[in-house]
């Protein structure tokens, strides 16, 4: 089955860049989803399709896929970015799985 | 406004059934794929099931054969059956709506229910 890999933490100083990543095998081939999770809350969509954003969601939150990695970059990081994220593909070659990262906690310092 | 809510979960014995429902408003629940996703405490999200807009329905491994998700298009709701019930399936299941444009991200998903498995 498709695996996802994703740091377990990032941290980053407030008004920097966080980059978290997420591993899968030719993961450039998929489209590649990111939720932002807050303690206690439900998931939120931050970007979607490799690099769109849900309306509503601030342009500090971008994507990128490429290859074996894709990436969420936050710009301009503050306190309230403080949660979990986790990478989201469908895997549709595996039985129309939905596959999620192992999820990468992101503080800020 | 699109809203899901969930209902039905609590404590449950080892080997119990519980019947999962998610109350959507503000769409049409089978006119998008929906799923049940779950997260065990202090883990991370874990994908259960989904049912297609077809009806077409599939399962993740750790659930296939005892869990059934369906749908009541007059009511508007999602269901998740689950049957013999483990220790391990203790989570908050969530319910989410699927986007029908682009590759299908979630971009809807209720408040979660907690399910507990425990004698």
């Known amino acids: 089955s498709y695996v996802l890999t994703q740091p377990p933490s990032v941290s980053v100083a407030p008004g920097q860049t966080a980059r978290i990543t997420c591993g899968g095998n030719n993961i450039g081939s998929k489209s590649v989803h990111w939720y932002q999770q807050k303690p206690g809350q439900a998931p939120v969509l931050v970007v979607y399709?490799?690099?769109d954003r849900p309306s509503g969601i601030p342009e500090r939150f971008s994507g990128s896929n490429s290859g074996n990695t894709a990436t969420l970059t936050i710009s301009r990081v503050e306190a309230g970015d403080e949660a979990d994220y986790y990478c989201q593909v469908w895997d549709s070659s595996s039985d129309h799985r939905v596959v999620f990262g192992g999820g990468t906690k992101l503080t800020v310092l | 406004e699109v809203q899901l809510v969930e209902s039905g979960g609590g404590l449950i014995q080892p080997g119990g059934s519980l019947r999962l429902s998610c109350a959507a408003s503000g769409f049409t629940v089978s006119s998008n794929y929906m799923s049940w996703v779950r997260q065990a405490p202090g883990k991370g999200l874990e994908w259960v099931s989904v049912i297609y807009s077809g009806g077409s329905t599939y399962y993740a491994d750790s659930v296939k054969g005892r869990f059934t998700i369906s749908r009541d298009n007059s009511k508007n709701t999602l269901y998740l059956q689950m049957n013999s019930l483990r220790a391990e399936d203790t989570a908050v299941y969530y319910c989410?709506?699927?986007?029908?444009?682009?590759?299908?991200?979630?971009?809807?998903w209720g408040q979660g229910t907690l399910v507990t498995v425990s004698s």
């Open positions: 399709d490799d690099s």
């Open positions: 989410a709506r699927a986007m029908v444009r682009g590759k299908w991200p979630f971009d809807y």
